[in-house]
């Protein structure tokens, strides 16, 4: 019986689950019966059939928005009412049913263990909790486990309680492979004495499009020598993270979504450590800040120094309490915008159709920075407006930069991106620059580029256009 372990019936369960606010997943006998409250979980269900190519009895996604005579264009499931994802959700068939009633029942579960707090209070559990506390946490930790293939670890059959408490620190390398799917090709695990759990080679289950040696340092020749398969290694982490276990890492939701993993109870430094907003500072950064040494030196990542690193921060923290991270960050350059955190490789042009549309620019490496690019403007008021046309989840970097969260659906992948300014707001930094004062500046700007280049398109003018446009009210 599932709650079992925490002295619940399922009949208590429904009744505790509707006095937190969580009634809606108790319509367990019916995994095809939903609510505007399933939205979050609809359009998890309907990214993950899309991506993997998921059929109904009415086709594919795509096939589906054209059957009900909805554009295949809009394919991004979180520009849909939550009706028409639970129609396409109740074309599946029997064994993906199955799979959902399950995957719906452990998440009402967890729920309800998260909510009566069974663990003790323990300086490890009070960083556990602040990770919960994160705006994050949820959108991050919520993995499709319903999907074939995944594992998920035990949690509410017993009391973790009745469990020794276990810190391991997990860190991943992957490759890319077909279908643009990550794959884990080196696993590290390390105990709070830092010492080596897990450290293996894995060998990719499909054929590799990209190594990424250029983050990793693992080349094609490496990843050869390695015999243990996708399976195994899932396997053997999976058995490592008992009831009682804390995983810690820095993100750590990436490595576990690459092993198939949905394990919950986690210390993520990217969350537990934060200056401003909903940044998340890089490993590199806390590590400098926070043990006062630079453990990327070369550039590259090391898996072992990956896993490492975040134990140490939580030691430190355990050891000294809560700090304040400070971090020296680059100087400013209003004209610059500056491209991280990308999903997937994209070429020059690629970028600069996304970023800047059809705003002049020219895109260049950083130097020392691995996949980051700078987006160069003619002024700041032209990378200004490229920012502000541009379509994605507004906040702020650790440093207080105004930054957005790109996604863009294409062919069936989600090509992810950050855009972050690299000067603040020109408002607060030169507040005597009038509206008047900013359209002059620009006019001059543009005169003097389409009198060097004539045949250039004139990007005020296609500004405008692309604002306009950006106001219409969006057909339902």
């Not at 691995?370 to 650790?398: C, I, P, T, W, Y």
Request: glycine letters at 6%; hydrophobic letters at 35%.
């Amino acid at each position: 019986m599932w709650a079992v372990g925490i002295g619940l019936n399922w009949l208590n369960c429904s009744r505790r689950l509707k006095l937190l606010g969580l009634g809606f997943l108790t319509t367990m006998d019916d995994a095809l019966s939903f609510t505007e409250d399933d939205r979050d979980n609809l359009v998890l269900i309907v990214k993950s059939a899309h991506q993997l190519k998921i059929c109904g009895s009415k086709g594919e996604w795509t096939d589906f928005l054209a059957a009900r005579g909805l554009s295949r264009a809009v394919s991004d499931p979180e520009r849909h009412k939550w009706q028409v994802l639970a129609e396409f959700v109740r074309t599946f068939d029997n064994e993906m049913v199955k799979r959902l009633k399950r995957w719906r029942k452990r998440l009402a579960i967890i729920k309800l263990v998260e909510a009566s707090d069974p663990w003790s209070k323990t300086p490890e559990q009070c960083l556990v909790d602040r990770t919960y506390e994160h705006p994050l946490f949820f959108t991050s930790y919520h993995f499709p486990s319903f999907l074939p293939g995944w594992k998920c670890t035990k949690r509410g059959s017993s009391s973790d309680a009745s469990y020794p408490e276990r810190l391991l620190s997990l860190d991943c390398e992957m490759v890319m492979c077909e279908g643009y799917e990550q794959q884990v090709v080196q696993v590290c695990i390390v105990d709070r004495n830092n010492k080596t759990v897990l450290d293996t080679l894995v060998k990719p289950s499909k054929k590799v499009i990209d190594y990424i040696t250029h983050i990793h340092g693992l080349e094609k020749k490496d990843i050869a020598q390695a015999t243990c398969t996708q399976e195994e290694i899932q396997k053997e982490v999976a058995k490592l993270l008992e009831p009682g276990t804390i995983l810690v890492g820095h993100s750590v939701f990436y490595d576990l979504k690459a092993l198939k993993i949905d394990h919950r109870r986690v210390i993520d430094t990217s969350m537990l450590f934060r200056l401003k907003g909903l940044a998340m500072i890089s490993l590199q950064n806390l590590c400098k800040a926070v043990l006062g040494y630079d453990f990327r030196e070369t550039g590259t990542h090391k898996c072992i120094d990956d896993a490492i690193v975040p134990m140490k921060l939580i030691l430190h923290q355990l050891e000294h309490g809560t700090i304040d991270v400070k971090i020296n960050f680059p100087s400013s350059d209003p004209c610059r915008l500056l491209i991280h955190k990308m999903s997937h490789r994209l070429i020059p042009d690629e970028l600069r159709r996304i970023v800047a549309g059809t705003i002049p620019c020219t895109i260049e490496k950083v130097e020392g920075k691995k996949g980051q690019m700078h987006v160069v403007f003619e002024s700041k008021l032209l990378a200004n407006r490229a920012f502000e046309l541009l379509s994605g989840e507004a906040g702020q970097d650790s440093g207080g930069f105004e930054q957005k969260s790109v996604t863009q659906w294409r062919k069936g992948l989600y090509l992810q991106l950050r855009v972050r300014k690299l000067a603040h707001s020109s408002e607060e930094d030169h507040p005597s620059i009038t509206p008047k004062k900013r359209e002059l500046e620009t006019t001059a700007v543009e005169s003097k580029r389409l009198k060097q280049q004539p045949d250039r398109i004139d990007s005020r003018a296609e500004v405008a256009r692309l604002t306009r446009h950006k106001q219409r009210p969006e057909k339902k």
